[in-house]
Every structure is written in structure tokens, then in C-alpha cells.
T-cell receptor, first 114, second 114 residues
Framework: DGGITQSPKYLFRKEGQNVTLSCEQN?????MYWYRQDPGQGLRLIYY???????QKGDIAEGYSVSREKKESFPLTVTSAQKNPTAFYLC?????????????FGSGTRLTVV | GEDVEQSLFLSVREGDSSVINCTYT??????LYWYKQEPGAGLQLLTY?????DMKQDQRLTVLLNKKDKHLSLRIADTQTGDSAIYFC??????????????FGKGTKLSVKP
């Protein structure tokens, strides 16, 4: 079955460390997105990519980096420059053009700084 | 600017109807979506409505769209405890021949009391 997979489900980071969150999709979707979710804040867009080897900053890109070397994969690195990284991170993908699906989401990664 | 607004909380009794309201700002949106998020999980597409429709019914779900007032609502009939979740409204604007990113509301947390 096609879908979007995020790993790991839970991740613990020591202060000063970089960590990378994985997002893989086999839906043949061109676009991929990373969101951060904090309680009561809704979804905030970190980075998005409409096509391989290209990506754009979202609303809260500072302290994060991404790459898009393959259509299927869009990893997110939370760097030590992100001062408050504890949050729930969601990856999504979509087809181009108007469609009835909107975005397909992964099941999320909960990152905790220890 | 672009904004999607929803009330943050709704509490209902099991068996009653729930109505979650949303207002959006961009009249160019082709599709409007409702997503459901259960605790610790990603977002799942619940239903959608095309912008030239006034109403869409899907089993216990009814979506009403008032384009003049840019108001969208989701009615859940015979609400069950399993419907307890966060519900997100989203629009996808259409700019100059291309789709913009989905714009999400902050989510309405529905609590169903037995």
C-alpha cells in the first residue's frame, strides 16, 4: 500500500546535538512538506519542496535544514541552533494541481530535548 | 492576509450532533478540506468540498459551504466517543495558474462526553 512513513516515532536529543528526522513516501508525489506542531499552535510550516533538488523556507525555518535528493525522501535536520526543538513534527506530501486529497500526512515524530 | 480561523474547543455529549465552524479568507480556493487528528497521530483527510458546491454529505458527516461569507462548517451526527480528536479546516488558494500551499486553521479539539 502507498503511504508516507516517518521515523523514528520518538526521538530524544541532548542539547547541542543535531538530529535528523526521516520522511519517505511511495505515492509518487512531487511535493513534500515539514510541519511543526505545538499544543494550541496548530501546524507551522518549516520547509517545503515542490520538486527534487529544490526546496523553500516556510514560516519557521530558522534552526532547521532539509535536503531533497530523491523524490521519495525529504529528511529534516534539527540543528543545535533551534533553541526550542521539543515538538511534534509532521511530514506531508501532495500531488500537483487541484485535487480532492490535499495532503497525505505521516504519523509524526515526537522530538524531546533531554 | 491569508488566514483560516476556527474555535479551539468544542464539548458535546455522546449521541448529540457536533458542529465545527471555520472561516477562511481566500476566495480562489478550489477545494476546502477537513482533517482529523487523533492523539499522537498524523492528520487524516476526513472529507472535502469543491468550491462550487454548497453542501456535501458523507454518512454521519455534512459539510456546508457559504462562499459569500467564506464560512465552512462540519457537522457530525450522532457523535461518538471515538470522534474525540482535533479537527482542522484547510483551504488551498489558487494563484495565477498554480496551487498555493494548504493553509490550516489551528484546529478545534472536540471532546465527547459519555
Amino acid at each position: 500500500d502507498g503511504g508516507i512513513t516517518q521515523s523514528p516515532k520518538y526521538l530524544f536529543r541532548k542539547e547541542g546535538q543535531n538530529v535528523t528526522l526521516s520522511c519517505e513516501q511511495n505515492l509518487n508525489h512531487d511535493a513534500m512538506y515539514w510541519y511543526r506542531q505545538d499544543p494550541g499552535q496548530g501546524l507551522r510550516l518549516i520547509y517545503y519542496s515542490q520538486i527534487v533538488n529544490d526546496f523553500q523556507k516556510g514560516d519557521i525555518a530558522e534552526g532547521y535544514s532539509v535536503s531533497r535528493e530523491k523524490k521519495e525522501s525529504f529528511p529534516l535536520t534539527v540543528t543545535s541552533a533551534q533553541k526550542n526543538p521539543t515538538a511534534f513534527y509532521l511530514c506531508a506530501s501532495s500531488k500537483p494541481g487541484p485535487n480532492t486529497y490535499g495532503y497525505t500526512f505521516g504519523s509524526g515524530t515526537r522530538l524531546t530535548v533531554v | 492576509g491569508e488566514d483560516v480561523e476556527q474555535s479551539l474547543f468544542l464539548s458535546v455529549r455522546e449521541g448529540d450532533s457536533s458542529v465545527i465552524n471555520c472561516t477562511y479568507t481566500d476566495s480562489s480556493s478550489t477545494y476546502l478540506y477537513w482533517y482529523k487528528q487523533e492523539p499522537g497521530a498524523g492528520l487524516q483527510l476526513l472529507t472535502y468540498i469543491f468550491s462550487n458546491m454548497d453542501m456535501k454529505q458523507d454518512q454521519r458527516l455534512t459539510v456546508l459551504l457559504n462562499k459569500k461569507d467564506k464560512h465552512l462548517s462540519l457537522r457530525i451526527a450522532d457523535t461518538q466517543t471515538g470522534d474525540s480528536a482535533i479537527y482542522f479546516c484547510a483551504e488551498r488558494p489558487y494563484y495565477g495558474g498554480s496551487q498555493g500551499n494548504l493553509i490550516f486553521g489551528k484546529g478545534t479539539k472536540l471532546s465527547v462526553k459519555p
